[in-house]
């Protein structure tokens, strides 16, 4: 009997410090490297998108990997690209921890759309905002001074 599942994450986490230091003329690169680590995960990636101090990513995770390995992974794999392509100059890592969120498929085609636009909507929101909104919207508690 084979294994059949359907696990969406959407996966956040952000720069340490909150530092804004992922510009968008280089981000492009980024996500294609985290696209790659992904795939070769056994992942199936529908988004992937940030803005200047976090990143959303969207994606089914094969039942077989676990998803603290998985963000270990993308963390440390894409800080090491980040320092050795010389992407954003400023960036001194990831923050430790990170929000993982599982969905519906019927939710995909919305959060691809929330993932696509998020520089218009933290023109409305912070990233501490953003955080404590979806830790709210899927009943997780947490200590607001992680937050900060």
């Known amino acids: ?78 800080h090491a690209f980040i320092k050795q392509e010389k992407l954003f100059p400023n960036f001194n890592g990831w923050q430790e921890g990170y929000g993982a969120f599982t969905h519906h498929f019927k939710d995909k085609n919305r959060l691809i759309s929330y993932i696509k636009n998020q520089e218009a909507h933290h023109w409305h929101m912070s990233w501490p905002e953003e955080l404590q909104a979806l830790l709210e919207e899927h009943g997780v508690s947490y200590d607001e001074n992680y937050l900060l």
């Open 1 to 78: 009997m084979s294994a059949y599942t359907q696990i969406l994450y959407h996966i956040v986490f952000g720069t340490k410090y909150r530092a804004r230091c992922l510009q968008k003329g280089q981000r492009t690169a980024l996500f294609n490297y985290i696209w790659g680590i992904l795939n070769n995960n056994t992942c199936h990636v529908y988004r992937i998108n940030g803005v200047e101090d976090h990143l959303h990513l969207l994606t089914h995770v094969h039942p077989t990997v676990r998803l603290s390995s998985l963000i270990k992974d993308v963390n440390l794999a894409s």
